[in-house]
C-alpha cells in the first residue's frame, strides 16, 4: 500500500497490477475521503457568505472537469482499466495535498496575523476570505492537473 509514493504506485500498476484487497483498501479510502469532507461542515456552525458559495459551486466544478480530463487523458474509452488506476493514484495525490494544504494553511496565518495590524478588524475578515477563497480552486485544478499526469504516465508507461 502507497500512501505517499506516486512513483512506487505506478511501478505497481504497471508491474503486477493491484490485487482486489488493495483495490478495496484504495477505495474504502477515497469513499471515507468524500465522505468525511463532504460532512465536516455540521461541525462548523456557520453561516455561508457569498464567497463560500462561489467556491463552492467552483470546487464541483473543477472536480468534474478534472475528472473528466483525467479520463480523456488516460485513453478515454480506448483506455485501459481507468478507475483502477484513477482511485489509488487520487488517494495518494489527496494524502500529499491534505499534508500541503495544512502545511500552507498554517504558515499562512502569521502572515494574515501580521495583516491584521494594518487592516482594520472589519475587513479582516473578508480579507481572510478572499485569500482562501482564491487559493483552494488554484490548489484544486493543480491537484487534478496532477492527476491527469500521472495517468497520462501510466498510459505511456511513464514512471
Not at 499562512?108 to 491584521?116: D, I, Q
Amino acid at each position: 500500500m502507497y500512501l505517499l509514493s506516486i512513483k512506487e504506485l505506478k511501478i505497481a500498476i504497471l508491474e503486477n497490477g493491484l490485487s482486489e484487497q488493495i483495490q478495496y483498501i484504495y477505495l474504502f479510502i477515497f469513499i471515507a475521503f468524500f465522505s468525511v469532507f463532504s460532512e465536516v461542515y455540521v461541525f462548523f456552525p456557520t453561516t455561508p457568505t457569498i464567497f463560500d458559495k462561489i467556491q463552492s459551486i467552483l470546487s464541483i466544478l473543477i472536480q468534474l472537469v478534472g475528472i473528466y480530463l483525467a479520463y480523456r487523458m488516460h485513453g478515454g474509452k480506448e483506455g485501459n482499466s481507468f478507475i483502477t488506476k484513477f482511485i489509488p493514484i487520487y488517494v495518494v495525490l489527496a494524502f500529499r495535498f491534505i499534508i500541503f494544504t495544512l502545511l500552507t494553511m498554517l504558515g499562512s496565518m502569521p502572515l494574515l496575523w501580521g495583516l491584521s495590524f494594518l487592516i482594520p478588524k472589519d475587513y479582516m475578515g473578508d480579507l481572510a476570505n478572499i485569500f482562501y477563497f482564491a487559493y483552494i480552486p488554484i490548489l484544486e485544478i493543480v491537484f487534478y492537473l496532477r492527476l491527469t499526469k500521472h495517468l497520462k504516465d501510466l498510459k505511456d508507461v511513464k514512471i
